[in-house]
T-cell receptor, first 115, second 111 residues
Framework: DGGITQSPKYLFRKEGQNVTLSCEQN?????MYWYRQDPGQGLRLIYY???????QKGDIAEGYSVSREKKESFPLTVTSAQKNPTAFYLC??????????????FGPGTRLLVL | GQNIDQPTEMTATEGAIVQINCTYQ??????LFWYQQHAGEAPTFLSY????GLEEKGRFSSFLSRSKGYSYLLLKELQMKDSASYLC????????????FGTGTQLKVEL
């Protein structure tokens, strides 16, 4: 089945620790996105990538890093510089068609908790 | 900024009709998406409007007025399973295939 997978479903981080959230898609989508969702708030864009080996900062990139070495994969690292990492993290992907916005499809999410 | 505004919460009765409104800034506007999100789950795509008018898809319809910067999602024959958060998201020209999301409207369907 085609789709987007995220792992793990729950992740616990200790103080000062970097953790990496996985996102994989087999939809042959060019663009991938990472969002953060806090209770009562909408989705906020952390990073996005429209093509392999290229990515851009979103609205809240501080304390996060990404890589896009393969089309299928877009891992997100939450670094120790992110002081309030507890949130629900969602990965999404879409085709790209020039200036036409295609539908973004979401993975099941990873809930990150700080110990 | 490109603010997207929608009500925080709404309550409706099973079997009824509910309309969830969304307003956005018209400058550079491209298109408008609606997603449904159940608690703890991923958002799922409901509709996409780029032209003015009403798009009907089963019990759900979505309306867009580009000149007024206004959209609504209409849910008919409400069912308990429709209790969820409904997210409005807009794309803007030059936005690089990005979406700007509203905070979501939490809909509670009661008996």
């Amino acid at each position: 089945d085609g789709g987007i997978t995220q792992s793990p479903k729950y992740l616990f981080r200790k103080e000062g620790q970097n953790v990496t959230l996985s996102c994989e898609q087999n939809l042959n989508h060019d663009a991938m996105y990472w969002y953060r969702q806090d209770p009562g708030q909408g989705l906020r864009l952390i990073y996005y990538s429209q093509i392999v080996n290229d990515f851009q900062k979103g609205d809240i990139a501080e304390g996060y890093s990404v890589s896009r070495e393969k089309k299928e994969s877009f891992p997100l690292t939450v670094t120790s510089a992110q002081k309030n990492p507890t949130a629900f993290y969602l990965c999404a992907s879409t085709r790209t068609s020039g200036d036409v916005q295609e539908t973004q499809y979401f993975g099941p999410g990873t809930r990150l908790l700080v110990l | 900024g490109q603010n997207i505004d929608q009500p925080t919460e709404m309550t409706a009765t099973e079997g009824a009709i509910v309309q969830i409104n969304c307003t956005y800034q018209t400058s550079g506007f491209n298109g408008l998406f609606w997603y449904q999100q159940h608690a703890g789950e991923a958002p799922t795509f409901l509709s996409y409007n780029v032209l003015d008018g009403l798009e009907e898809k089963g019990r759900f319809s979505s309306f867009l007025s580009r000149s007024k910067g206004y959209s609504y999602l209409l849910l008919k024959e409400l069912q308990m399973k429709d209790s969820a958060s409904y997210l409005c998201a807009a794309s803007f020209t030059g936005g690089g295939n990005k979406l700007t999301f509203g905070t979501g409207t939490q809909l509670k369907v009661e008996l």
